[in-house]
């Protein structure tokens, strides 16, 4: 779960809220510069896209939105979902986004405008998925989740690869290291696990 990012430059900060709304805001003055108003239940993960031009949201309300940094303008919402969206992850390259939900789900979407639906739903996990993580070729994408499992899919094909056993409660966080020969999962019980 990610309440709060900074975009790829650092001059922006992105904060989820309950009150519904995401805001941004600029780090060299603390002032706030822009209130996206949409979600209908509280903001609970935010990430910039890697050029820092996108901002995805994700919510309660069973839906991810992007939008527009520049203007506040929203751009998609994303819709399939059927419980709290929880964890948002941008591919590297910008053109994929990863979600996580309570619905035992992970969705990928396409960023550009198209329909708002995802054009991938990876689904093996048997409780609520809260974590993604793409590796840095894009190639790979890893889900933490509740059922105290992390699972590895073939971007490409949405194809489980590989399911991580080895903790003994809910897997909260997932993230490849810079190079992408190891992944690392964090654990509801305070231990973290490095995979290669």
Request: charged share 20%.
């Amino acid at each position: 779960m990610h309440g709060v990012a900074f975009s790829p430059d650092g001059k922006r900060l992105a904060t989820a809220s309950v009150d519904k709304t995401a805001r941004l805001w600029d780090t060299a003055t603390g002032a706030r510069t822009r209130i996206l108003i949409g979600h209908t239940d509280p903001v609970i993960g935010v990430a910039f896209s890697p050029d820092g031009k996108l901002l995805a949201t994700t919510s309660v309300d069973k839906t991810a939105r992007l939008w527009d940094t520049a203007t506040g303008a929203r751009t998609r919402i994303l819709i399939g979902h059927t419980d709290p969206v929880i964890g948002v992850a941008f591919s590297p390259d910008g053109k994929l986004l990863a979600t996580a939900s309570r619905d035992k789900t992970a969705g990928l979407w396409e960023t550009d405008p198209c329909t708002g639906i995802p054009i991938r739903t990876l689904t093996g996990h048997i409780d609520a998925v809260i974590g993604v993580a793409f590796s840095p070729d894009g190639a790979l994408l890893a889900t933490a989740s509740w059922d105290k499992t992390a699972g590895l899919w073939e971007t490409a094909t949405g194809t489980l690869i590989r399911t991580l056993t080895g903790h003994i409660d809910a897997v909260i966080g997932v993230a490849f290291s810079p190079d992408g020969k190891l992944l690392a999962t964090a654990s509801a019980n305070a231990t973290a696990l490095l995979w290669a």
